[in-house]
Structures are given as C-alpha cells and as structure tokens.
C-alpha cells in the first residue's frame, strides 16, 4: 500500500489564488519531499523538510510537517496558470526506498 | 549536465515482442532508480542500483522484467517478452544518496498493442 496519500486528489482553483495539498503517512519518517509532475513530463523536484523540521519556505512555496500526526502540507500561494501540475509527496522512512504518493492534481484557471 | 537522460521517449510494440529501455544516469550519482507510472497504480519503484550494483528489485513485478547497470553512466530495462499490461510511463532518476532529491528523465512512454 502506499506510504503517503495527497489530498484532495484534484483541486481547481483560479489565478492569484492559494493551493493546498495535504500528505498523510503511515509510518516515521526521516524526511518528506515534494515534487512537480508536469503532464507528460518527469517529476521535479520542489522541497525537502526533514524530521525535525516544522515549516520550510522555497519562494511561493511553504512546507509543513506534523510528525505527531503524520502529515504534511504544501501551500503555494499567489498561484499562477503555470502551477497547473500534479504534485506529489514522497518519504523516507530510512527502509531503503523513497515512496511517493497517489498526487494531487492541481488545476489553476486563468 | 544535460540531466537524466531516458530513451527512447515514446516506444510501440506488439505483444510478445522484447522491449529496452534506455537510461543515463546524472554523472557523479551513486543511486539510479527505475519507477512505472500508470493511472491505476500510480509511481513504483521497480528496482534501484548503488554504485552499478541492484540493490532491491523487489518492485519487479516478475521474470519478464530485467535491469541492468553494466557502468556508471548507463543502465537499461527490459521486457521480455512484452505484454499490453506492460504499458505504462517508465521513469529512471537518479540521486547522490537514497534519501536525496531525486532526478527525474522524461520518462519512456511505453505501449503494448
């Protein structure tokens, strides 16, 4: 099953406006990544918040993380048409492997 | 560096046929990884090299697939013989270390007819 799930698996919002995706987890982990999937492109990397980190900012991006519930959230604020992706979390939980979840499919309307 | 780098892009094939995917890795990255993408499963990993050697293949689905990393700068994966379940994006990234940000190629869009 997968380590991480995104929600919600589709969001729709309009131009200038803020994302949100949540990530919940199963198990401890020693970091959390976000990464950008362009349709029809490979993933790219966004951001990295280790365990003991709570909040992390990259530009218009803002990364938390609650270990004590398991969950992250990307926020990308001011959103632009080109933000238009599927955004994806991905953990380590220090047993040999990076898992990424199921995405979150974000739609931003001019 | 050009970054990873995944051929052929596209890739179509009829049942049975053998099907090799091509990849180079970021030079200086010691870890190479192959994923599947599709709709229903979403992005596995398939298999994962350190240093050109397999370490857990155990996102292999079965004998018909096969990956190789014969050096540094070169990996391939296999098909063999393909089936239509077989279609799918295949990605290969590469990091510095396990837990590093990943690189992403463009992915092989695979599809069995």
């Known amino acids: 099953s997968q380590q991480g799930e995104e929600d919600p698996q589709a969001l729709s919002i309009q131009e200038g406006e803020n994302a949100t995706m949540n990530c919940s987890y199963k198990?401890?982990?020693?970091?959390l990544q976000w990464y950008r999937q362009n349709s029809g492109r490979g993933l790219v990397h966004l951001i990295l918040?280790?365990?003991?980190?709570r909040e992390k900012h990259s530009g218009r991006l803002r990364v938390t993380l609650d270990t004590s519930k398991k969950s992250s959230s990307l926020l990308i604020t001011a959103s632009r048409a080109a933000d238009t992706a599927s955004y994806f979390c991905?953990?380590?939980?220090?047993?040999?492997?990076?898992?990424f979840g199921t995405g979150t499919r974000l739609l931003v309307s001019p | 560096d050009a970054g990873v780098i995944q051929s052929p892009r596209h890739e179509v094939t009829e049942m049975g046929q053998e099907v090799t995917l091509r990849c180079k890795p970021i030079?200086?990255?010691?870890?190479l990884f192959w994923y599947r993408q599709t709709m229903m499963r979403g992005l596995e990993l398939l298999i994962y090299?350190?240093?050109?050697?397999?370490?857990?293949d155990s996102g292999m689905p079965e004998d018909r697939f096969s990956a190789k990393m014969p050096n540094a700068s070169f990996s391939t994966l296999k098909i063999q013989p393909s089936e239509p379940r077989d279609s799918a994006v295949y990605f290969c990234?590469?990091?510095?270390?396990?837990?590093?940000?990943?690189?992403f190629g463009q992915g092989t869009r695979l599809t069995v007819v």
């Open positions: 090299f350190n240093n050109n050697v397999p370490i857990d």
């Open positions: 991905a953990t380590d939980t220090g047993f040999q492997k990076l898992v």
């Open positions: 918040i280790r365990s003991n980190e």
């Open positions: 198990t401890s982990i020693n970091n």
């Open positions: 030079s200086g990255h010691d870890y």
């Open positions: 990234a590469s990091s510095f270390t396990l837990s590093a940000e990943a690189f």
